[in-house]
């Protein structure tokens, strides 16, 4: 009877025991049962008498015995809280996005938002920072971190909404911008959302436009929200001062060039009346009409 066959499944089942042991060993914290277990009473009893700092230690340390990541994150987690808690708020903010980008399929997302929001507070009312001095730009990049590391699902209109706030109060208007027009993408209805972005637009527009392609971006959201906002809606008149004012620009743009054609050496009488014409019959009531009609009296005898 040939006997290899029976010995080479024998070594093989050997050695799939000798693996599954290593394996079961590798798993284990090397420190003892009881240590852990020790330390662990230790961190809750520390977290539920208030004392954070204490906690966040001991949750820390125990993080490290283990090598599953769904422990390890839980820990971790627990362990961010109470950092939180603790006032400890850069070491909390590093603890976050720690989780976040190496656990994301082992945190609880939910809290894990509601606690980051609460640590973006802490830094925009400076509780906890040095000196208790505001730092919103922390608190933005917090809100920044919960809109890109986040599934949508969990990211509100809330959380953009207060995003765009940051970023205007720490001057980053082009960002602030960009969050609003990730909400109307995401959600076309936000009208509010629609005239604080063509706001932004037609700020935009008076620091420079060279094609005009800002303010009519402007205009087109601001038309939109008046076609949708209800007749008594407290914010109509914003848009239509918005409007007011970009006809008034469009129409000294097309002013500016009537004048430039009617220069001697540029002297092309044809094109400046052409422009200043444009400019009475598209925007009639605008200063720039008036002056325009002034002209067309004076130089062509056009009234």
């Keep these: 009877m040939n006997k ?6 024998l070594a093989m089942g050997c050695l799939l025991i000798l693996f599954s042991s290593c394996t079961f060993m590798f798993e284990q914290p090397y420190e003892s049962v009881d240590e852990i277990r020790e330390l662990h009473a230790s961190a809750e009893t520390a977290e539920a008498a208030g004392r954070y700092k204490q906690a966040a230690k001991a949750y820390g340390r125990l993080a490290k015995m283990y090598t599953e990541k769904a422990n ?18 850069h070491v909390a903010k590093e603890s976050y996005e720690n989780l976040l980008t190496g656990y994301p399929l082992y945190i609880s997302y939910e809290q894990t938002v509601e606690n980051l929001r609460q640590l973006a507070d802490c830094f925009e009312n400076g509780q906890g920072t040095f000196l208790g001095i505001r730092d919103e730009q922390t608190a933005a990049a917090i809100y920044e971190l919960i809109v890109r590391e986040t599934p949508s699902i969990h990211v509100s209109l809330r959380h953009r909404m207060k995003l765009a706030e940051l970023l205007l109060k720490i001057d980053k208007p082009e960002e ?16 509010e959302i629609r005239l604080d972005f063509a706001l932004l637009l037609e700020e935009f527009s008076r620091r420079g436009d060279g094609d005009g392609r800002k303010l009519r971006a402007a205009v087109r959201e601001a038309n939109t929200f008046l076609a949708r906002a209800a007749a008594e809606h407290p914010r109509r008149a914003e848009a239509e001062k918005l409007l007011h004012n970009a006809q008034e620009t469009q129409a000294e743009r ?3 060039q009537a004048r430039f054609y009617l220069l001697r050496r540029h002297r092309r009488p044809d094109a400046a009346r052409r422009y200043l014409l444009d400019i009475v019959k598209d925007f009639p009531k605008t200063h720039a009409a008036e002056e325009a009609r002034s002209i067309l ?3 062509f005898n056009l009234k």
């Design 4 to 9: 290899m066959p029976y010995l080479s499944a």
């Design 72 to 89: 390890i994150a839980l820990l971790l987690s627990k362990q961010a809280r109470c950092q939180l808690l603790a006032g400890k708020i």
């Design 176 to 191: 602030a911008a960009n969050v609003y027009q990730d909400i109307l993408k995401k959600d076309p209805g936000q009208n």
């Design 254 to 256: 097309l002013l500016v």
């Design 297 to 299: 009296l004076t130089e």
